[in-house]
Nanobody, 120 residues
Framework: QVQLVESGGGLVQPGGSLRLACVAS????????MSWYRQAPGKGRDLVAI??????????NYADSVKGRFTISRDNAKDTVYLQMNNLRLEDTAIYYC???????????WGQGTQVTVSS
């Protein structure tokens, strides 16, 4: 049974930081590209950051709006992907979702999401 469980969301003031975590199980984590998406109220789900699998361990990419503020990383020994979010802005408020792309089987998996609210 595939599971992606996000944690670390919450309420933070502008300029603050949060670290999201997504613990994976039920598939080959190390061989899966992992990414974070977010969905603000009334908007679509957008890619925030991606980190490739063990095949390309140094590849990361970010949405322009978060470059220089967010960092994605992974710990294959813990089957966990992280999103460090610094200098948070009001517009970062959204539900953040973890996604796994298991290329060997052409399958995509989603977590249930964690709410991030940036407010003064």
């Amino acid at each position: 049974q595939v599971q992606l469980v996000e944690s670390g969301g919450g309420l933070v003031q502008p300029g603050g930081s949060l670290r999201l975590a997504c613990v994976a199980s039920g598939f080959t984590f190390s061989r899966s590209a992992m990414s974070w998406y977010r969905q603000a109220p009334g908007k679509g789900r957008d890619l925030v950051a991606i980190i490739d699998s063990v095949d390309k361990p140094n590849y990361t990419n970010y949405a322009d709006s978060v470059k220089g503020r967010f960092t994605i990383s992974r710990d294959n020994a813990k089957d966990t992907v992280y999103l460090q979010m610094n200098n948070l802005r009001l517009e970062d408020t959204a539900i953040y979702y973890c996604n796994a792309w298991e290329s060997s089987f052409g399958r995509s998996y989603w977590g249930q999401g964690t709410q991030v609210t940036v407010s003064s």
